[in-house]
């Protein structure tokens, strides 16, 4: 695929305006001897007069009715790993290829990363993991965009083995990013975030325009663009409820899944700016 260099300008004006907020809210403030508010999600506690309400669980209190605090550990020398899944449904796309904007999305984590002087690296995986290690610099953001110009999304995923192996190459607590569509089996997702639940974890689900709204109606002819089986079907009102009600089953227990381990889980389309997808996660 190719990297609009356009796209590597907005990126720089676009780090600008984030500045303060990636700050505070990507790398956050170190200077704390006890407790950071860095990145690094280290355990809940239990909420006590003082604690800092920003850093209240909401989610585990709608489901708990009790205050828990997210306390973090502080880290000097993050590292960030972004790993972008290449398999064949990202190779899926009504405006782009979902796959493309995943990757833009993963290059503009890198590209924050390095505009706060920290390591970051950005893998990619279908049938097989591609995994370098993580550096600093221009370089290696040089060699991120040569990478990503050389793949093309093919392939299936054997995403639990992969990203569960991923874990042993990570030498530090880090912040892993993964971009995926998530289309995989709850199981293979819960494995993942367990072996990483000692770093701080961020889904974000890529879907196609199609995907979000199934603006379609009539007879198709459906190809798995994994497995290559094809179904001819009709797309009715019954069947876009069902639709609908499978998916949104499957993203909310991907978030309870998430909120388990203190990951972070977002869905996003490949037809919103990814500019206003930043604003949302780092702020």
């Known amino acids: 695929m190719k990297i609009d260099p356009l796209f590597l300008k907005q990126l720089d004006r676009f780090s600008i305006i984030l500045k303060k907020k990636v700050t505070?809210?990507?790398?956050?403030?170190?200077?704390?001897?006890?407790?950071?508010?860095?990145?690094?999600?280290s355990e809940y506690s239990n909420y006590r007069p003082g604690d800092d309400f920003k850093h209240i669980d909401?989610?585990?209190?709608?489901?708990?009715?009790?205050?828990?605090?997210?306390?973090?550990?502080?880290?000097?020398?993050?590292?960030v790993h972004v790993l972008v899944d290449f398999s064949s449904s990202m190779n899926f796309g009504s405006h782009v290829k979902k796959y493309e904007f995943a990757s833009q999305l993963g290059l503009g984590f890198c590209y924050i990363a390095l505009k706060n002087n920290e390591k970051f690296v950005l893998s990619t995986f279908d049938t097989s993991l591609d995994f370098?290690?993580?550096?600093?610099?221009?370089?290696?953001?040089?060699?991120?965009?040569?990478?990503?110009?050389?793949?093309?999304?093919?392939?299936?995923?054997?995403?639990?083995?992969?990203?569960s192996r991923y874990k042993s190459l990570i030498t530090q607590k880090s912040l892993v990013v993964i971009i995926s569509d998530f289309f995989y089996p709850?199981?293979?997702i819960r494995e993942?975030?367990?072996?990483l639940r000692r770093h701080s974890v961020i889904f974000v689900q890529v879907l196609d325009g199609v995907e979000r709204k199934m603006n379609l109606s009539g007879?198709?002819?459906?190809?798995?663009?994994?497995?290559?089986?094809?179904?001819?079907?009709?797309?009715?009102p019954y069947l876009k409820k069902q639709y609908f009600e499978r998916l949104e089953r499957h993203n909310a227990e991907v978030q309870d899944a998430c909120s388990a381990v203190g990951a972070q889980f977002y869905s996003v389309g490949s037809d919103e700016n990814i500019f206003d997808?930043?604003?949302?996660i780092l702020t």
């Open 24 to 41: 505070s809210s990507f790398v956050g403030e170190r200077e704390s001897p006890f407790m950071g508010s860095g990145l690094i999600f």
């Open 58 to 79: 909401w989610r585990a209190y709608a489901r708990t009715n009790r205050l828990f605090v997210k306390r973090f550990e502080e880290n000097r020398e993050l590292a």
């Open 132 to 163: 370098y290690r993580p550096s600093k610099g221009q370089r290696q953001l040089g060699a991120v965009i040569d990478f990503l110009g050389s793949k093309k999304a093919q392939g299936k995923t054997a995403f639990g083995d992969a990203l």
């Open 186 to 188: 709850l199981e293979e």
């Open 192 to 195: 993942v975030l367990y072996h």
């Open 219 to 236: 007879d198709y002819h459906l190809v798995d663009l994994e497995s290559g089986e094809s179904l001819r079907t009709y797309i009715d």
């Open 277 to 280: 997808i930043f604003y949302t």
